[in-house]
């Protein structure tokens, strides 16, 4: 599986924007950008996901670079509801080896009042 | 539309008990994961399930553990002679497919304390 690289810990204050980075220089061209987060005492949940193009929902955005190595998941306005460990994955499209997300260390991001 | 549901939410054994989990996918999901995440750990892939048939179980211990999801009923991740070590949250999901661009859905997870 294609490596990410995200940092440890990233600090927000609440009604702010948040830009989540990710590295992921050795991405194939098959592979989808997904993210994904868990909050405390929870199963991780589904955030957004992308190809090539970016992509927004009413969670948030996710801003892919043009060459495709790195990509930023934005919460366009934080609440302290979105405190979690924020995953980025990289999933290939193939029908057995897109079967499992590999989740790395993540990004602890805390959300100040 | 209920989402992935895991029972029991709480397990307790002690030492040399078996530890049976149970994982109800979506509605019209034939695809389950299972992941396990230890204490202060991160969430790691243990099987890949569709009906009747165990597709990538190659992050499954040897020995004590094994998974299935028979064609009527929940799937089920079995530990036998339960150590210390097992203690951790085990996390189903569940997908329609296992297309790459596809979403998986998680449930809360079983917290297994063995004592």
């Known amino acids: 599986d294609a490596k990410t690289t995200q940092p440890n810990s990233m600090e927000s204050n609440e009604e702010e924007p948040v830009h989540l980075p990710c590295n992921h220089s050795?991405?194939?061209?098959?592979?989808?950008i997904h993210w994904y987060r868990q909050l405390p005492s929870q199963g991780p949940e589904y955030v957004i996901h992308?190809?090539?193009s970016n992509v927004n929902n009413r969670m948030a955005s996710l801003a892919i670079a043009e060459d495709r190595k790195s990509s930023t998941l934005i919460l366009h306005r934080a609440t302290l509801r979105d405190a979690a460990v924020y995953y980025c994955i990289l999933r290939d499209v193939g029908e057995t080896s897109g079967s499992r997300l590999t989740f790395g260390e993540g990004t602890q991001l805390t959300v100040n009042p | 539309n209920a989402g992935v549901m895991q029972n029991p939410r709480h397990l307790v054994r002690r030492r040399g008990q078996e530890a049976r989990l149970r994982c109800s996918p979506m509605?019209?999901?034939?695809?389950v994961y299972w992941y396990r995440q230890l204490p202060e750990e991160g969430l790691k892939f243990m099987v890949y399930?569709?009906?009747?048939?165990?597709i990538d179980e190659s992050g499954m211990p040897k020995e004590r553990f094994s998974a299935e999801f028979p064609k009527e009923g929940p799937s089920i991740l079995r530990i036998q002679q339960v150590v210390r070590g097992d203690s951790a949250a085990y996390f189903c999901?569940?997908?329609?497919?296992?297309w790459g661009g596809g979403t998986l859905h998680f449930g809360n997870g079983t917290r297994l304390t063995v004592t």
């Open positions: 509605k019209g999901h034939s695809h």
């Open positions: 399930l569709q009906k009747e048939n165990i």
């Open positions: 999901a569940s997908s329609p497919n296992s």
């Open positions: 992308g190809l090539t």
């Open positions: 050795t991405i194939s061209g098959t592979d989808y």
